[in-house]
C-alpha cells in the first residue's frame, strides 16, 4: 500500500489500498430487475439469450452506471455460463431458476465432464467485455467475474439451489478423491475463463462463492481453500481479485488465506470487525444489507455513514452491499445510497 493519491480510478486504486478522492461504490447485481431498462430487455429476450449476444449484455452493463452513478461496471452474465459446454445440461426454467439436468454424483460423472476449448467456447463472453470497454468512460474500470470452483461444483452435484447440500457434502465425504479431481477441473478452467476476461478488457476480476458459507471451518480449509487459492494464484499479475463469500463470518481467516487483493464482507459482521479479522493489509468490500435499501433514503443515509464510521476512511475500502440488489429495490433509493456514500466519504 502507498499513502500516496493514486492516479488510477477510485475503485482500482481502492483495490491496491492507495488513498481516493472518496470511497468507491458499485453494486453485486447493478443490472437486474429493478431496473425498468433491464425488464424491458427480459421482456423480449430470454435469459440465455441476453448472456450470449454481446450487444444485448454490453447493453445491460453500461445502462446502470450512467443512471447510478457507480464507480464500476460489472459485467453481465452468469456463474453457470462455464459449464454448459461441459455437457451438463443447463437450463434457467422461468420462476425455478438454473437448473442441471444431468448432475455429477459419483467419480464416473466427474470424469464423463466434456473437455471444451474456455477461449472458443466461451466467446461472445470475451466479445461482450471488448464492447464494453470501448463502450465505457476510460475512468470506470470494468469488473470481469466466474463462480468459485465450490459454488459451481455444488451447482453440477445439487443439480441446481440448495438448503442443506447434502449431495455435495457427501460427495467430499464418501469420495474424496473425485472430490479432488472435479475441483482441479474446475479451478483450472475458471482460471482459464478469468484471464480471457482479463485479456479482453476487464480490469479486475471477482470470485463468487456464493455457498460457502454452508461449510465449517475445517471442511472449507481441507476441501475448498486449495482451489480457490489455485484459481486466484493463476490470474494475470498485477490484476485485483475480489474474493467475495456470504454467510460467511466463521470462516473469514479461512477465506483470507485462500488469497484475494480484496475480500468481501457481507452484512452479518461489522465492518470493522470483519476488517480486523482479514487483517488492514488486504482491502475489503461491503458491506450494507441489500434490504437498507427499502427503507428511506435518510435511514439509507444513516446506515451509510455508519459503514463509512466503521472503515475509518483507512485506505482500501469499497463500498457495495452484502449481497446483490433485491428485484423490488426503488431504483431512486440506489441513487440515495450512492450519492450518500460519494457525499459523506469526500476527502
Do not use: Q, S
Given at each position: 500500500m502507498t499513502n500516496m493519491a493514486s492516479n488510477n480510478p477510485p475503485f482500482l486504486a481502492a483495490c491496491h489500498r492507495q488513498k481516493t478522492?472518496?470511497?468507491?461504490?458499485?453494486?453485486?447485481?447493478q443490472a437486474g430487475r429493478y431496473m425498468e431498462e433491464y425488464r424491458t430487455l427480459r421482456a423480449q429476450h430470454d435469459f440465455l439469450e441476453?448472456?450470449?449476444?454481446?450487444?444485448?449484455a454490453a447493453e445491460i452493463t453500461v445502462t446502470p452506471v450512467e443512471r447510478l452513478g457507480v464507480d464500476a461496471a460489472i459485467l453481465f452474465a452468469d456463474i453457470l455460463l462455464i459449464l454448459e459446454p461441459m455437457g451438463v445440461g443447463l437450463e434457467y426454467s422461468k420462476g425455478d431458476g438454473p437448473m442441471i439436468h444431468r448432475p455429477v454424483r459419483s467419480g464416473k460423472d466427474v470424469d464423463a465432464l466434456k473437455d471444451f476449448e474456455v477461449k472458443r467456447e466461451l466467446s461472445f463472453v470475451y466479445d461482450a467485455v471488448k464492447r464494453i470497454r470501448k463502450t465505457l468512460k476510460a475512468s470506470v474500470p470494468l469488473i470481469g467475474f466466474a463462480g468459485a470452483p465450490f459454488t459451481l461444483a455444488s451447482y453440477l452435484i445439487e443439480g441446481g439451489g440448495s438448503r442443506n447440500y447434502v449431495r455435495t457434502k457427501t460427495l467430499f465425504y464418501k469420495a474424496p478423491e473425485a472430490w479432488k479431481r472435479?475441483?482441479?477441473r474446475l479451478a483450472q478452467v475458471i482460471a482459464e475463463y478469468l484471464n480471457c476476461q482479463i485479456a479482453a478488457g476487464a480490469q479486475a476480476v471477482q470470485l463468487f462463492d456464493s455457498w460457502a458459507g454452508c461449510l465449517a471451518p475445517a471442511d472449507y480449509e481441507h476441501f475448498v481453500l486449495p482451489y480457490t487459492k489455485a484459481v486466484i494464484d493463476a490470474i494475470t499479475p498485477g490484476v485485483p481479485v475480489i474474493n467475495f463469500s456470504t454467510g460467511t463470518t466463521g470462516l473469514l481467516k479461512h477465506i483470507r488465506a485462500s488469497g484475494g487483493d480484496v475480500i468481501?464482507?457481507?452484512?452479518?459482521v461489522n465492518l470493522d470487525e470483519g476488517w480486523a479479522t482479514v487483517g488492514h493489509d488486504v482491502a475489503v468490500q461491503g458491506n450494507l444489507d441489500p434490504v437498507t435499501l427499502f427503507a428511506s433514503p435518510k435511514e439509507i443515509r444513516r446506515h451509510v455513514a455508519?459503514?463509512?464510521r466503521r472503515a475509518g476512511g483507512r485506505p482500501g475500502h469499497?463500498?457495495?452491499l452484502g449481497h446483490g440488489v433485491l428485484p423490488e429495490t426503488p431504483v431512486d433509493h440506489v441513487i440515495a445510497m450512492v450519492?450518500?456514500?460519494h457525499e459523506l466519504s469526500a476527502r
Open positions: 478522492p472518496h470511497t468507491p461504490v458499485w453494486l453485486m447485481r441476453l448472456c450470449k449476444r454481446p450487444e444485448l472435479l475441483m482441479k468481501g464482507l457481507d452484512w452479518r455508519d459503514v463509512l469499497i463500498f457495495n450519492d450518500a456514500v
